[in-house]
């Protein structure tokens, strides 16, 4: 019996990726998984592989349930349809892991207007949308998990004097705060939800977690510093954690993946549910 079993979650971002391992990871549990993101059908010239049929293919393949719901985030009336269309199909969310997110690695000084509005309108406004569509059956049912995916760069940078030149310091200052402020959007609405039985926590690795994406931005800053890797199937587990944890007990917590997991003494596993592959 998987510890989902009879659930229904939302993730976001779910065509490659980390959406697309927690999407796999949580259907191995037993959920049935609808998945958003702009790409549904896979396409050649994408300068990123993987699709929303691939990930629901992937699912299915493993015997699991799953739905694919096109859908541009960034734009509040695509979004808009998003809950109602899964709460259709599936049922209502049990699970929303907002984990769709905007990353231009750039010096504040350079990035321009259209790029900042684009960051906080997917990394922020998104997840507050999405959280307050599915929070009025969350609430009459008396459950419910919301994951939100943050990122280290929400840290404040340390000095002074601060060390010149670093890639993944000083380009990350507009990504960085829209984070920040997806964590205190996180404690905030734990606490307004707590009396509701709802889980709100906020998830980020503490190194990069490998994926397409990350080795597009970042690719050959993660090849000199393999230790600032970490497994997806590791950050996979936490997610997984947090969409299962007590309500009761655990809410409101700004986590990171490898410390989470060291907290409870558990191990990652496969995306499939198997042994983990180290």
């Known amino acids: 019996m998987g510890a989902l079993d009879g659930r229904v979650a939302l993730v976001t971002g779910a ?149 010149p030149g670093m890639k993944l310091g000083f380009t990350t200052t507009i990504y960085g705060a829209s984070k920040a402020a997806l964590e205190r959007f996180t404690a905030g609405l734990a606490a307004e939800l707590f009396a509701d039985g709802i889980a709100v926590n906020s998830l980020a690795p503490v190194a990069a977690v490998r994926t397409p994406g990350a080795d597009t931005l970042v690719g050959d800053v993660l090849d000199a510093n393999p230790r600032m890797v970490e497994p997806l199937e590791l950050f996979v587990e936490a997610a997984l954690v947090l969409a299962t944890a007590d309500p009761a007990t655990m809410t409101g917590r700004i986590c990171y993946s490898r410390p989470l997991l060291h907290e409870l003494g558990r191990d990652y596993r496969a995306l499939d549910g198997g042994p983990h592959p180290d």
């Open 15 to 163: 065509s490659r990726g980390i959406g697309a391992g927690i999407a796999r990871r949580f259907a191995a549990e037993g959920a049935a998984v609808a998945v958003t993101a702009r790409t549904l059908d896979a396409e050649p010239d994408a300068a990123l592989p993987g699709s929303l049929r691939e990930t629901v293919a992937d699912i299915v393949e493993q015997g699991g349930r799953a739905l694919a719901v096109r859908a541009d985030l960034a734009d509040a009336d695509d979004r808009a349809r998003v809950v109602p269309e899964v709460t259709a199909a599936l049922g209502p969310v049990d699970v929303l892991v907002n984990n769709a997110a905007a990353a231009f690695y750039l010096p504040n000084a350079e990035i321009p207007l259209k790029r900042r509005r684009l960051t906080f309108e997917l990394n922020l406004e998104a997840p507050i949308d999405l959280a307050q569509a599915v929070l009025p059956t969350m609430r009459t049912r008396g459950e419910g998990w919301i994951v939100n995916i943050s990122s280290a760069t929400s840290k404040h940078p340390t000095g002074p004097p601060f060390e």
